[in-house]
T-cell receptor, first 114, second 114 residues
Framework: NAGVMQNPRHLVRRRGQEARLRCSPMKGHSHVYWYRQLPEEGLKFMVYLQKENIIDESGMPKERFSAEFPKEGPSILRIQQVVRGDSAAYFC????????????FGPGTRLTVL | QQQVKQSPQSLIVQKGGISIINCAYENTAFDYFPWYQQFPGKGPALLIAIRPDVSEKKEGRFTISFNKSAKQFSLHIMDSQPGDSATYFCAASSGETSGSRLTFGEGTQLTVNP
């Protein structure tokens, strides 16, 4: 059973470009969470999605960031007009159920904004 | 009220010793408390987790102690090994009010000397 998959593993963008980060949850998992880890810091919740629905986006910056989890295909975290402060590791986690169940993390995408 | 406070920030232990990491929380709605282990360049890996209806949970060399009245929980690593050297994060979630998004502590960098 493959784990959570994320791609790309490393992404370099120049200021003003767009970044698209992809996450495929574990087989049988329909709940996806995105977290951001700034250098030397802990993980911060960004958004929680189920298939075709955003359940909780309370951790998402108000501008430039969006997320989706379509009926078919991976979940995507999209950052428009990236700035240097967006440089971080972005982790996706998946869970089989809602409500206090184990979340399994992917290897992360390390975004560097030049 | 959503914060989880973790200490110490860093910890150095001799091989065979006991590593102890502590966390405290404020939100009494939290009902799930996992610990994650993260190696450099990797995603967090679920280590062990506890729910507030028990005071202790042990899995191999890893033990969680939970004090509901004090709103504190801790991770004990017995017979610490150099391979345990990693960053450890405590976390908490509440399925009812937050959709089970995880709130993480700041992390503890553990070094086990041979």
């Amino acid at each position: 059973n493959a784990g959570v998959m994320q791609n790309p593993r490393h992404l370099v963008r120049r200021r003003g470009q767009e970044a698209r980060l992809r996450c495929s949850p574990m087989k049988g998992h329909s709940h996806v969470y995105w977290y951001r880890q700034l250098p030397e810091e802990g993980l911060k919740f960004m958004v929680y999605l189920q298939k075709e629905n955003i359940i909780d986006e309370s951790g998402m910056p108000k501008e430039r960031f969006s997320a989706e989890f379509p009926k078919e295909g991976p979940s995507i975290l999209r950052i428009q007009q990236v700035v240097r402060g967006d440089s971080a590791a972005y982790f996706c986690a998946s869970s089989p159920k809602r409500g206090g169940w184990e979340q399994f993390f992917g290897p992360g995408t390390r975004l560097t904004v030049l | 009220q959503q914060q989880v406070k973790q200490s110490p920030q860093s910890l150095i232990v001799q091989k065979g010793g006991i590593s102890i990491i502590n966390c405290a929380y404020e939100n009494t709605a939290f009902d799930y408390f996992p610990w994650y282990q993260q190696f450099p360049g990797k995603g967090p890996a679920l280590l062990i987790a506890i729910r507030p209806d028990v005071s202790e949970k042990k899995e191999g060399r890893f033990t969680i102690s939970f004090n509901k009245s004090a709103k504190q929980f801790s991770l004990h690593i017995m017979d610490s090994q150099p391979g345990d050297s990693a960053t450890y994060f405590c976390a908490a979630s509440s399925g009812e009010t937050s959709g089970s998004r995880l709130t993480f502590g700041e992390g503890t960098q553990l070094t086990v000397n041979p």
